[in-house]
């Protein structure tokens, strides 16, 4: 399966891109609704959600710098080229670490939710849970670009 769903000029629309924003729209739409029913303001999730993706996409960046990729990449490289640390030009969107990720959107959220004084732990309780439902379909691009599960084989038992 091509990665590229489809490319226009410079532009590419990329499965992996889709499956995180899809899984991303989709977690903030199931805690919208868990938020709802408890009698609270859904609109916060969808607030939360956009600084998460901000801040955790940042964080993401932010971990793969100060981490050892498998590609040899590591923090030296990045000393010596530091304009490198922003080059989201070039390749598009590589170069994130899910772990970075998450701590920047949690961050995200908790500051949030402090500027507006809410309970933090409950709006974490509305959004864990579908935090995993979003990795899960996010992990579905890794599928697709042949990452993490391993690349086509044609041996006789697969």
Request: no cysteine; hydrophobic share 55%.
């Amino acid at each position: 399966m091509n990665p590229v769903i489809f490319q226009f000029g410079p532009f590419s629309l990329h499965w992996y891109g889709v499956f995180i924003v899809g899984g991303a729209v989709l977690a903030a739409w199931l805690a919208g609704r868990t938020a709802a029913k408890a009698g609270y303001n859904p609109d916060h999730i969808w607030n939360m959600l956009a600084w998460a993706l901000v801040i955790g996409i940042i964080g993401a960046r932010l971990y793969h710098v100060f981490s050892t990729p498998a590609n040899g990449i590591g923090f030296a490289y990045y000393v010596q080229n530091p304009i490198e640390i922003i080059n989201f030009w070039s390749g598009g969107f590589r170069g994130l670490g899910i772990y970075g990720g998450l701590v920047g959107g949690i961050l995200a959220i908790v500051i949030y939710a402090m500027v507006k004084k809410l309970d933090i732990l409950m709006w974490l309780d509305f959004i864990a849970p579908n935090v995993l439902l979003a990795q899960a379909i996010g992990r579905l691009g890794n599928w697709v670009n042949q990452e993490l599960y391993g690349p086509a084989t044609d041996v006789a038992w697969a």
